[in-house]
């Protein structure tokens, strides 16, 4: 990665595992790093106020948006509580989990924000190695987009997505090698039912962190007991 140590960014931060390790990635990337959350209507106001505290343990400022109207566009079992969420990926088109409209609203408010501050990094956790089939988390969309906003707002602006190509597994391995696994594992709220670090246990977000860290943790023992760490 080319050096930004010079340059400030702005990370959206929901408060989950991915975005809180691309918080503290970007401490390490960038001269100083500011935090962005957005709220729109979600099944949990907690996501919000565990944003905060991630921040606040981060040391990086914090902002939160309102960005309610999300709420009342697609139907989806995140913003509409009398709807079953899905527990798997139906066959024939994407979990009802899915926000229309939602990655795209956020990088375009973060870059409207950013712009007013006077920074062009952008940085978001959105994963295309390992995710629930949301369209709006594939590389091609985040290029599209910030050609877009760069279009839109004639700014240089460079988004940042360090988790695009790893799965969950190396998602932890990350947080681990940043020096904060444990915050990540404790800390964090990935659960769509809004319970912090081991969550629910069957909603899809929690089947996927704990796949994943699972695997982790087998393959650090491994390299433990090889003496390879």
Request: hydrophobic letters at 40%; one cysteine or more; proline letters at 3%.
């Amino acid at each position: 990665m080319k050096d930004f140590k010079n340059e400030d960014a702005l990370v959206l931060l929901s408060g989950g595992q991915d975005s809180t390790t691309c918080l503290y990635w970007a401490k390490q990337h960038f001269k100083a790093v500011q935090a962005l959350c957005i709220s729109y209507g979600q099944r949990h106001s907690q996501e919000v106020k565990v944003a905060q505290h991630i921040a606040e343990m981060a040391a990086v400022p914090f902002q939160l948006l309102d960005a309610g109207i999300i709420s009342q566009l697609a139907p989806n079992s995140l913003t509409d509580l009398s709807m079953r969420m899905d527990e798997d990926k139906p066959a024939d088109s994407y979990p009802n989990t899915f926000v229309p409209g939602r990655n795209m609203i956020f990088l375009t408010l973060a870059a409207a924000t950013a712009y007013a501050k006077g920074i062009r990094h952008l940085v978001t956790g959105v994963s295309e190695a390992d995710y629930s089939g949301y369209p709006d988390c594939r590389d091609t969309f985040i290029r599209s987009l910030n050609t877009s906003l760069n279009l839109a707002m004639d700014k240089q602006f460079i988004v940042h997505t360090p988790l695009m190509w790893r799965n969950k597994e190396e998602v932890w391995q990350l947080s681990d090698e940043l020096g904060v696994f444990d915050i990540v594992r404790n800390e964090t709220l990935t659960c769509y039912n809004g319970i912090i670090a081991d969550g629910c246990g069957h909603c899809p977000s929690c089947k996927l962190r704990k796949k994943g860290l699972e695997a982790y943790l087998k393959k650090k023992s491994t390299l433990v007991e090889a003496g390879k760490i």
